[in-house]
């Protein structure tokens, strides 16, 4: 698997990702609100994610009444390492304050 540039944009969706729960799954446009960046950055980022083996995407199986059906997005085991070791290495990236020796506070 190739690496992802990990963009200040990128970061943000990989911190939503992170946020994630089963009872509260991580979708589309809760991406967007919640990285604060629009459609047009978060899918193309939620697309090379998905190809490079980070994350997959599921579609919602309950009923949707008025609205199409949600994709909802998770991490897999590489892309939660990946996320971690990039947490470690640019920890005020991912809002972390960083120690005096280097790790994060």
């Known amino acids: 698997m190739a690496s992802i540039r990990l963009t200040r944009p990128t970061l ?14 991580a979708w589309g446009l809760k991406i967007c609100e ?4 629009g459609s047009g950055t978060v899918y193309p980022i939620l697309d090379r994610l998905t190809e490079q083996g980070w994350i ?8 949707h009444p008025g609205r199409p059906a949600r994709r909802y997005y998770e ?19 991912f809002g972390l304050r960083t120690s005096p020796h280097g790790g994060a506070a």
């Open 12 to 25: 943000e969706v990989l911190k939503v990702l992170l946020s994630a729960t089963e009872d509260d799954p």
């Open 34 to 37: 919640e990285a604060d960046l």
């Open 56 to 63: 997959t995407g599921r579609e919602e199986t309950g009923p």
């Open 75 to 93: 991490l897999t085991a590489f892309g939660l390492r990946a996320t971690r070791e990039a947490r470690t290495r640019k920890p005020r990236l």
